[in-house]
Structures are given as structure tokens and as C-alpha cells.
């Protein structure tokens, strides 16, 4: 497991039935020994959550929901899905607290309660946090992730169930990804807030944001990055293969 590198797709809003045909060929990827050590996750919108499970059974991909209602039963939410209604498809993963979600409304308190609810039934989480251009200018990065962290982890007991995807705000969508330098350094904060923390010394911890075919090459020095959570080029297999293919090579 330690030597597993996770490449996670966000579909986020994108995404038609037509389109879940185009991860054929990340299946076919998937298969290879070469690849053995890629794990990957497709994190389609719920809508095409059933047509992945069954697209990708036969095979490693597992599968995510990009985010979940915190009420464990069964309920009066309009428009949310809980917990049990995503493993009910089969799916492994969910993707908690990403700054889009925190944007519309998403609180370190409501986080921390969707991961005890994740985790309780057993999926394991997608733990996004990241600073805003304004947190960054104004040097609170590090504060913004400690709060982001033992808020989001209160009363959770330390367990191996989370992954923790650093996804810097200002790199969402925009091109714009932190230097390898820097980027270390945030890595190293994260790794030291959950020893302090948690005890946890070995975390899974993953970078997301504008990643593509090209700063790849890259990012995929950095050695404490134990993969990518990848938005808009998952979305295209020929690209997400490629993100695939030169990090494990
Ligand atoms: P982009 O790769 O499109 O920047 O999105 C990153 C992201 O938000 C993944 O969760």
C-alpha cells in the first residue's frame, strides 16, 4: 500500500453517459503490470456513479463521490446523498472538503462531521484542504491548514482511512501550480501538523490543482507526494494516462 500512488479524478460537474466509454482505454492501463502500483479513482457526478461501477468492475479503478451529506440515515435533504446511498453503488471513496464545497457553504465543523460519517460506514475519504490567494498573500497558509486539519480531524481517532489532498485554492483550475520548493515545504507542514496531531507518521498525502501531461514531470519529484487528484485532465483519457504513465515510469 505504501508504495501505491493514487491518481484520483474529479470529474466535478462534467461528464455525460456518452463519456464514461472514454476511460476504456485508463481500464486497459489499469490492467498492465507496469502499472500495478497506480491506483486509480474515478469520482464521476453521482448521476454516473452506477454506469463507472459497473464500466470498471472487472478491474483495479475504484470508484468515489465528490462529496456527501453528513446525516447517516435516510432523511428530509433535498438534493443531498448520504454515506449509504454511495456505497449502495459500490462505490470506495468520497471527496470531502473541497474548496469548492467549502465556497458554497461547507464549514470545518459540517467537514468533520461528513468524515465520522464516512468513515463509520466504512468509505474511506478524500480529505481536501488548501489555502486561498488571500490566506497565501497574507502568510496564514500554515494556520489555514492546522485549523483546516484538527478541526476537520476533531474526535476522529487516527486511522489509515484518509488520504489528504493539499489542493492550494489559487492552483484550482487556473494553470498556476506552486514550485517544487515550495510545494515540499507545504507538504512537510501537513506531515508535521498530523504527527503533532495524530501521531500519524507515515500520511498518505496527495497534490491536486492544474495538473496536467506537462508539470508533471515535475511534480512527480517530489517524493512525499503520494499522488494526484486531478480535475480537468481526467477528463480526457488520453491525458490522464499520460499524467499516469510518466509518474510511474
Ligand atoms: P484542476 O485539475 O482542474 O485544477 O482541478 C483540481 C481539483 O480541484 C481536483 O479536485
Known sequence: M???????????????????????????LSKDKKYKKAKIIYCP???????FFKITKNSKIEIGAQNCHHYQNPGPFTGSVNVDLIKSIGAKYVIIGHSENRSSGDTNHNINLKIKSALKKKLKVIFCIGETLKE??????NSVLNSQIIRGLKNIKKNNNIIFAYEPVWSIGTGLV???????????????????FWRLNNPKIIYGGSVNPKNINDLRKISS?????????????KNFIDIIKKTIN
Do not use: C
Open 45 to 51: 457526478p453521482y448521476t454516473l456513479l452506477d454506469k
Open 225 to 237: 507526494i503520494k499522488g494526484f487528484l486531478v480535475g480537468g485532465a481526467s477528463q480526457k483519457a
Open 136 to 141: 497565501k498573500r497574507k502568510n496564514k497558509t
Open 178 to 196: 506552486p514550485k517544487n520548493k515550495d510545494l515540499k515545504i507545504q507538504i512537510n507542514v501537513i506531515k508535521k501538523i498530523l504527527s503533532k
Open 2 to 28: 505504501t508504495n501505491n500512488m493514487f491518481f484520483i479524478a474529479n470529474w466535478k460537474m462534467f461528464g455525460d453517459f456518452k463519456s464514461v466509454n472514454s476511460i476504456k482505454k485508463v481500464i486497459k
